[in-house]
């Protein structure tokens, strides 16, 4: 009984530390983080379709067995360690890709995009590409 207790309240500390993001404060979010303004509408599509603008989403299984992290989806077979220690090409733990501070996410998100584009994401080529993109005049550029 004890142990359901702990696993509930762990439960909603982590649900508690999890944030989703206004379009807006994404946009806010993005622009602090050095996203060019001239690609911000296919970065909010891009976050909007692989995470809903949520900071805590670790994906299923992926069919190698990897997952993904983050507002990003970023993904753990080439970007991010899943161990306690930092690595792989982001040199970053998994895990700091799940906070509400998105400057190693956004960092990590950079690289990708430089290294392969916008086709790295799924999300991106099947619900951006080619079709409209999300609406963010409204955002006040600060």
């Known amino acids: 009984m004890k142990w359901a207790l702990f696993l509930c309240a762990l ?3 982590l649900h508690c530390e999890a944030k989703q993001l206004s379009r807006c ?3 806010r ?8 303004e001239n690609k911000m509408r296919d970065w909010v599509c891009l976050v909007e379709n692989e995470s809903s603008r949520r900071t805590d989403i670790v994906s299923r299984p992926n069919s190698d067995g990897s997952r993904d992290y983050g507002l990003f989806q970023i993904n ?3 970007w ?3 161990t306690s220690q930092p690595g792989k090409d982001c040199n970053v733990t998994c895990k700091q890709l ?7 996410s956004a960092a990590c998100a950079k690289k990708i995009y430089q290294r392969h584009g916008f086709d790295a994401w799924y ?3 099947n619900n951006c590409r080619s079709k409209p993109l999300p609406d963010i005049s ?3 550029n600060k």
Do not use: T
Not at 98 to 104: F, G, Q, W, Y
């Open 11 to 13: 439960g909603l500390f």
């Open 25 to 27: 404060e994404l946009v």
């Open 29 to 36: 979010e993005l622009r602090k983080n050095g996203f060019p």
């Open 76 to 78: 753990d077979r080439y």
């Open 80 to 82: 991010c360690s899943s």
């Open 98 to 104: 799940l906070s509400d501070n998105i400057s190693k």
């Open 123 to 125: 999300g991106w080529k």
């Open 138 to 140: 409204s955002c006040k």
